[in-house]
T-cell receptor, first 113, second 110 residues
Framework: NAGVTQTPKFQVLKTGQSMTLQCAQD?????MYWYRQDPGMGLRLIYY???????DKGEVPNGYNVSRLNKREFSLRLESAAPSQTSVYFC????????????FGQGTRLTVV | GESVGLHLPTLSVQEGDNSIINCAYS??????FIWYKQESGKGPQFIID?????DKRQGQRVTVLLNKTVKHLSLQIAATQPGDSAVYFC?????????FGDGTTLTVKP
């Protein structure tokens, strides 16, 4: 099993450009998450989807949108990238929200210049 | 606001020694805690978890202790090995959402 797969692994954007980060999981998990990790810091929740068809804001949602395309896929979109969005983005999934561990992808390293 | 923090950003230990990584949390409503390990260039990986109705839980070479009175969590790694070198995060979960601390970088000296 691949687990959680993120694409792309690296991306450089110019300020104002848009892009979508893709995430897919093959573990039949109900819940999926998007986090960002800045240097020397922990992960901060951007958006999450407790189950297919639902999405909710996390700690730092401004400047992002998400789509839970189906049970497997959860995408993160930056409509107008800003240098402050330079970060490493992690997608994760879990069987249910709470009382279960999350499984993480390898991350997308995004630089906005 | 609520936060989860680790006491020390870095910890250096000798191979074979025991390691203790500490974490303080502030959300008294947290009901589930996880320790993750993150190696360079990779996503976090689950190590061990504990529910708020427990004080201690043991895994293979790892033990997590929870003190709800002082809102403190610790991860003990027995006989630390070079492969344990990584960043360790604690995370508390409340209402299905996890809050991560900033991480402790563990370096194991041969």
């Amino acid at each position: 099993n691949a687990g959680v797969t993120q694409t792309p692994k690296f991306q450089v954007l110019k300020t104002g450009q848009s892009m979508t980060l893709q995430c897919a999981q093959d573990m039949n998990h109900n819940s999926m998450y998007w986090y960002r990790q800045d240097p020397g810091m922990g992960l901060r929740l951007i958006y999450y989807s407790a189950s297919e068809g639902t999405t909710d804001k996390g700690e730092v949602p401004n400047g992002y949108n998400v789509s839970r395309l189906n049970k497997r896929e959860f995408s993160l979109r930056l409509e107008s990238a800003a240098p402050s969005q330079t970060s490493v983005y992690f997608c994760a999934s879990s069987s249910k929200p709470g009382f279960t561990e999350a499984f993480f992808g390898q991350g997308t390293r995004l630089t906005v210049v | 606001g609520e936060s989860v923090g680790l006491h020390l950003p870095t910890l250096s230990v000798q191979e074979g020694d025991n390691s203790i990584i500490n974490c303080a949390y502030s959300n008294s409503a947290s009901d589930y805690f996880i320790w993750y390990k993150q190696e360079s260039g990779k996503g976090p990986q689950f190590i061990i978890d504990i529910r708020s109705n427990m004080d201690k839980r043991q895994g293979q070479r790892v033990t997590v202790l929870l003190n709800k009175t002082v809102k403190h969590l610790s991860l003990q790694i027995a006989a630390t090995q070079p492969g344990d070198s990584a960043v360790y995060f604690c995370a508390d979960t409340n209402a299905g959402k996890s809050t991560f601390g900033d991480g402790t970088t563990l370096t194991v000296k041969p």
